[in-house]
């Protein structure tokens, strides 16, 4: 019976800390522009997971805006070529999207599921899950075999503090070299091309 209340704890954890719980001991990468990016090991993985932080001088509605127009979206998703809502349900939305990659990577398609949470203190979190078989793979591209990560929004008075943070299994062969510049590159160029757009009047 211990030993059952002890596996159920620990499911209960995972709940709780997943899905930031394979990232332990950050180390920052990157502090430009007001945008931090700090990478980390993931245990079975040779990709690390990154992570962003910034402060939007926007109220937060207009930012869960900007992420949840899923096609307008991939205008400031770095590398992002094309994207588009599969299903949407409740605080729950599918979507599939293809990036652009490096010469000589093949380009990346992948799909995820996200899950949308409001919390009491008026903060939101997005969470990001990769679900590679929803839909059959296209030609030409490889499918991205797992990602798991979330959006963070915390309201600061007028503005927005944004939390990014993925780790993602790319599939396929990609390079060391292409790999490392592409953990910083993604998280910066997105929170820099979102700040932009959220910054607007």
Known sequence: MRSF???????GLGVVLSPAAWAENWQVA????GIKVSLSEVAGSKYKAYQGV???KAPLAKVQALQEDVVGAC???HECKTQKVLKQEGGQVWTYTQFNTPWPVTPRDSVLQVTTVKEADGSLTRKLVGVPD???????FVRVA??????????????TEVTYQVHTEPGGSVPAMVANKFVVDAPFNTLKGLRERAEKN
């Open 30 to 33: 990157k502090d430009e522009e």
């Open 5 to 11: 209340k002890r596996i159920a704890l620990l499911c």
């Open 54 to 56: 910034t402060l939007i």
């Open 134 to 140: 929803y839909v059959k793979e296209e030609k030409g």
């Open 75 to 77: 205008a400031w998703i």
């Open 146 to 159: 797992k990602v798991e990560g979330f959006w963070k929004l915390v309201p600061k008075g007028d503005s």
